[in-house]
């Protein structure tokens, strides 16, 4: 049963950089036919794509993050990573990652979550 | 960049009832749409993608229809359980309102 599971703090001070990781059990994200993303939602809105990663390191963002936006992925301990800088209280939200298909790129599998709040 | 809009923003409903959620892509998307139903503090969970495929172990009350820039998510006889936020989303491309703004359902 594939599992995704975010990690990360739950505080970010305002201008600083924004660190969470998904850990993957129960398949591998060397998988030819998915990409990872990640997504988020602030408080009482609606989801926002933030970006997606291929294990082999191609990336797709969301124009209006890229410029803070990095992504990346460690395939020898089954994991991806999002990076966010210069945080604003905008950027307060729960942080989702997710199993993305590579042709169908609709999300099937979900993090539980990582609630992240900007705040000094 | 396609945008997706849903409407409406909040449905009252009660159980046993029929509703229907719409979701309009400001440009053709074809079938390239999935649903999802998210309960709060809960991840969003994948109900139907390709617009009318039903993902694994959904109930069949659920069902989607549409195509081009169109569709609809009805739930046939609402039970308790089904009283959520419903979102979709187009994956015919990258784009930065891939998501629509959801749809509260809630009991009447």
């Known amino acids: 049963q594939l599992q995704l599971q975010e990690s990360g703090p739950g505080l970010v001070k305002p201008s600083e950089t924004l660190s969470l990781t998904c850990i993957v059990s129960g398949d591998s994200i060397s998988s030819s036919n998915y990409y990872w993303g990640w997504i988020r939602q602030p408080p009482g809105k609606g989801l926002e794509w933030i970006g997606s990663?291929?294990?082999?390191?191609?990336?797709y963002y969301n124009p209006s993050l890229k410029s803070r936006v990095t992504v990346s992925v460690d395939t020898s301990k089954n994991q991806f990573s999002l990076k966010l800088s210069s945080v604003t209280a905008a950027d307060t939200a729960v942080y989702y990652c997710a199993r993305q298909g590579r042709w169908f790129p609709y999300f099937d599998y979900w993090g539980q979550g990582n609630m992240v709040t900007v705040s000094s | 960049d396609i945008q997706m809009t849903q409407s409406p923003s909040t449905l009252s409903a009660s159980v046993g009832d029929r509703v229907t959620i719409t979701c309009r892509a400001s440009q053709s998307i074809s079938n390239w749409l999935a649903w999802y139903q998210q309960k709060p503090g809960r991840a969003p969970k994948l109900l139907i993608y390709?617009?009318?495929s039903l993902e694994s172990g959904v109930p069949s009350r659920f069902s989607g229809s549409g195509s081009g820039t169109e569709f609809t998510l009805t739930i046939n006889s609402l039970q308790p359980d089904d009283f959520a936020t419903y979102s979709c989303?187009?994956?015919?491309?990258?784009?930065?309102?891939?998501f629509g703004q959801g749809t509260k359902l809630e009991i009447k």
């Open positions: 989303q187009q994956y015919k491309s990258y784009s930065p309102d891939t």
């Open positions: 990663i291929y294990y082999s390191g191609s990336t």
């Open positions: 390709k617009a009318s």
